[in-house]
Nanobody, 124 residues
């Protein structure tokens, strides 16, 4: 098991930027594929981005491609989500998740461990 704690959410104007962090403790962080998901009010949780164990491969949802960047620092047991050019439709609770399998997956059922989430609100 790995414990995940997100931080960095908040309120930002449209066009602004935020960087989310997710710190991990427990089993070896570098053994996990990491993902970011989000859930807007009244909607299902959706995949945002994923990153391989070494950080060499990434995958993004079409809705965030070119605006968001996922990265990880295995020495710090942390995964990041840099969010630029934010839009009101990016408003959601953002969750990080860890997956023991391979490769990067976009379905939430494929992830074994979840954080508690951090709220991101983008005003127009």
């Amino acid at each position: 098991q790995v414990q995940l704690v997100e931080s960095g959410g908040g309120l930002v104007q449209a066009g602004g930027s935020l960087r989310l962090s997710c710190g991990a403790s427990g089993r070896t962080f570098s053994s996990y594929i990491m993902g970011w998901f989000r859930q807007a009010p009244g909607k299902e949780r959706e995949f945002v981005a994923g990153i391989s164990r070494g950080g060499g491969s990434t995958l993004y949802a079409d809705s965030v491609k070119g605006r968001f960047t996922i990265s990880r620092d295995n020495a710090k047991n942390t995964v990041y989500l840099q969010m630029n050019s934010l839009k009101p439709e990016d408003t959601a609770v953002y969750y990080c998740a860890a997956r023991t399998g391979s490769p990067i997956r976009t379905m939430e059922g494929e992830y074994d461990n979840w954080g508690q989430g951090t709220q991101v609100t983008v005003s127009s």
